[in-house]
């Protein structure tokens, strides 16, 4: 049950995303309600780039993978006159943004495999630590979206259980999902690369290979949640075309459902991008959210505040 | 902190098992103490067929196959010809015992895929509610062991987030897991196969295809839980060879580690079985129990009642 004695949601300016938000969680919670739902059932899940932290203008762990490719160099002389790694090593811009699928691929396994799952987090939690987001100048788990801090704490105040549903690597969130979001890292799901078990010299190891595992993007994400959580969310955010199965699944089920699209039209306080913005682009979801019954939140209306202050 | 004012484990004889589990989660809960392990690093990891319930004369799902077969026969004309269909329509047990992990699959393939993951769990759900042990006479989930079902509410009272890792399919598992181990869905890790998202007539669903996603059993136990729980648990317990990479892992690691075996060695109440036991059989783990300091718990001695009367 919703409680009244104090600020739901302050960060979160009066209008119909809020109170679409709070409505829900209020029938999902009153007992003896026809919308009520057991605490068991009572599962959501958020994307991760672009719905909880800043995707702009490069995905986080798109700039972890070019670090890499930059602190990899010396001990990889080849990679001077080899693309996509000299576009990296150049700082050329326009040659980093033409790599597509493929090339992204190549650098994400050039960069995070051939070693230990416990070396890799160790890697990801030191870069994390000491990198600055460019415009911002600010860590980049500081760069988080305060109204959606306050909404994963409102819906477990009311006896939800979180989870992040993102394309982005599961072994790099889980290093400050649980710090930053207050998610443990069971309840991470993301793209993985294979993991094989050995023992050397008696002592067992994960030993990350060069080969992608599950890419947990568009119709991945159902086939992710299902595989992960064992039963269909009764509530998704996500912010890309990215999310559209994930949405599309969740609101589709029986009983009360409930989708939300975060709309980036901020380009003061953040970055303004929907149907142009390449991977994050939003265009059949900003379609089709009416029609669907989806929330659109709109960052520039809907948020007092962006950011952490 | 383990409470002392009411009998722990009651259906555990004294003796070093019980003794072992007990001080085990006295150190680790026990603030100050150097064993002492954090609430959010409490993950204990449970094998189901054989450690939590009955696996024998037949592990329970392979049951299920077999009688799923008998009910899919009248759609395929074809299986009277044709192995490992034969055997199992004309009862033939020798001929079922030979079929080999790829007959197996191949079975698993024909009775669990072609239908969405919606209707394989109601076809699961009612085969468990009207299925009956051979021996006992009693649904399979009465033949869970009492001692283990104490167990897994002993660590949960002290703050143990408990899973189960089994090689049985997840979805299967998922059925039951929550009403008879008091584990919620997530927390069921297991074999599985491809599921694909697909949309028809506007209503999207998860269909099952027949190709193995991942079967979780020896080393990819270890692998597993790293991929859905994203670290390394500090409890581990089996019963078979099948889960001596899954001990080994959990025990290498720094700080307090426990690892139990169950021992069957009760013909009388259960079966007994162990170096011989086809893929339920436990040979390394029982010569290598004693180096590596882990508990064998045997259930003629160490158990006062097996399943709950």
Avoid: C
């Amino acid at each position: 049950m919703v409680e009244a004695d104090k600020p739901i949601l302050p960060s979160w300016r009066d209008g119909a995303a809020k109170r679409a938000i709070i409505d829900f969680v209020a029938r999902v919670t009153t007992a003896g309600h026809p919308d009520f739902v057991r605490p068991v059932d009572r599962i959501a899940v958020f994307d991760n780039d672009g719905t909880l932290w800043v995707e702009q203008p490069l995905p986080v762990q798109a700039r972890f993978v070019l670090d890499r490719i930059q602190a990899l160099a010396p001990q990889h002389p080849e990679w001077r006159a080899r693309q996509p790694f000299k576009a990296v090593l150049d700082g050329d811009v326009d040659g980093i943004m033409a790599v597509g699928m493929d090339g992204l691929a190549e650098m994400v396994m050039a960069t995070h495999a051939g070693i230990t799952t416990e070396a890799f987090a160790a890697l990801a939690r030191d870069w994390i630590a000491s990198s600055r987001h460019p415009r911002f100048g600010r860590a980049y788990t500081d760069l988080v979206y305060q109204p959606m801090l306050e909404l994963l704490g409102f819906l477990r105040a009311n006896n939800f259980k979180t989870f992040i549903v993102s394309g982005g690597g599961v072994e790099f969130m889980r290093t400050f999902s649980d710090g930053v979001y207050g998610i443990p890292p069971e309840q991470v799901i993301g793209s993985s690369i294979v993991t094989r078990y050995v023992v050397q010299d008696g002592e067992p190891a994960l030993l990350r290979e060069a080969e992608l595992h599950f890419f947990n993007d568009k119709e991945g994400k159902p086939v992710a949640i299902n595989a992960y959580v064992g039963r269909r969310p009764i509530a998704a955010f996500g912010n890309s075309d990215g999310d559209f199965a994930m949405l599309e699944w969740v609101t589709s089920g029986p009983g009360p459902r409930f989708g939300l699209l975060l709309h980036h039209d901020d380009a003061e306080r953040e970055f303004a991008y929907d149907r142009d913005a390449g991977l994050a682009r939003l265009v059949r979801g900003l379609d089709e959210a009416p029609l669907r019954g989806w929330t659109v939140a709109r960052m520039k209306t809907d948020w007092e505040l962006v950011f952490p202050s």
